[in-house]
């Protein structure tokens, strides 16, 4: 069973910058996606970053110029290096993986609170 853990949320003021980090367990199968969602309370998900097999990393608009997803391969770890944050950046990050299956894997979640 594959399992994300979360860690790096937590509170800002505007202008500060955050750090999101995400391993994945238990995989047996290839992942091929790996990156970071978001959700505001009585909104959908929406994408952050996410780093396809292939090389490609894509960004939300919102987030470009501003955010880094990295990855740490031999550990399956990815980060979401965050800066210059805004109050609109306050959500719930959840951490997603892709396997070569085409199975969806999803953290827990975790808090970011940015204050104005």
């Known amino acids: 069973q594959v399992q994300l853990g979360e860690s790096g949320g937590g509170s800002v003021q505007a202008g500060g910058s955050l750090r999101l980090s995400c391993t994945s367990s238990g995989s047996a199968a290839r992942t091929i996606a790996m990156g970071w969602y978001r959700q505001v309370p009585g909104l959908q998900r929406e994408l952050v970053a996410i780093?396809?097999?292939?090389?490609?990393?894509n960004y939300a608009d919102s987030v470009k110029g501003r955010f880094t997803l990295f990855r740490e391969n031999a550990f399956n770890t990815v980060y979401l290096q965050m800066n210059n944050l805004t109050p609109e950046d306050t959500a719930v990050y959840y951490c997603?993986?892709?396997?070569?299956?085409?199975?969806?894997?999803w953290g827990k979640g975790t808090l970011v609170t940015v204050s104005s």
């Open positions: 997603n993986a892709r396997d070569e299956t085409a199975a969806d894997y």
């Open positions: 780093w396809t097999r292939g090389g490609n990393t």
